[in-house]
């Protein structure tokens, strides 16, 4: 087993090949190009993003009308 681990090392490191080239002006989102899923992965994360906005919002507001009530406003 000794002798066959840095084979299999020698073997993985052959093999596996070079790192694409990535510019790192760009962003990761830029640099992939347009499916036809857009639509379908894209928009689902960005009402999430609506919908937590909305939620921190109430929780917001909440918490000012508890903060004006333990003052006695």
Do not use: H, W, Y
Not at 35 to 62: C, L, N
Not at 63 to 73: K, T
Request: hydrophobic letters at 40%; aromatic letters at 2%.
């Amino acid at each position: 087993m000794k002798a066959l681990s840095p084979t299999l090392l020698v073997l993985l490191v052959a093999c596996s090949g070079p790192d694409p080239e990535v510019d790192a002006a760009t962003p990761r989102e830029a640099a992939r190009d347009p499916s036809v899923f857009d639509p379908v992965t894209i928009d689902p994360i960005e009402r999430a993003r609506g919908v937590q906005d909305t939620i921190f919002e109430a929780d917001a507001a909440r918490r000012r009308e508890l903060e004006a009530q333990e003052l006695g406003n």
